[in-house]
């Protein structure tokens, strides 16, 4: 994130949500303003992703295939 300007904003967010960021920050080590960039990046790749018409695809462990579709 070197070298780029930061914008302060606030959001207004369910309890669920905000426990599951917490929860994200703890798992991954991270504050909960890394975890909202993050997942913002991981959303606009999956939408561009998809966009050009691709499809995204999840293996599960037992090797069965899922299709990841994005309202």
Request: hydrophobic content about 40%; cysteine-free; proline content about 1%.
């Amino acid at each position: 994130m070197a070298n780029q300007q930061l914008v302060k904003t606030s959001m207004n967010l369910p309890e669920q949500s905000i426990a599951n960021l917490r929860e994200l920050a703890a798992k991954t080590g991270s504050s909960m303003a890394e975890v909202v960039r993050r997942a913002i990046e991981t959303q606009k790749f999956l939408r561009d992703t998809t966009d050009k018409g691709s499809r995204i695809l999840i293996k599960d462990k037992d090797d069965s295939m899922r299709e990841l579709i994005l309202l």
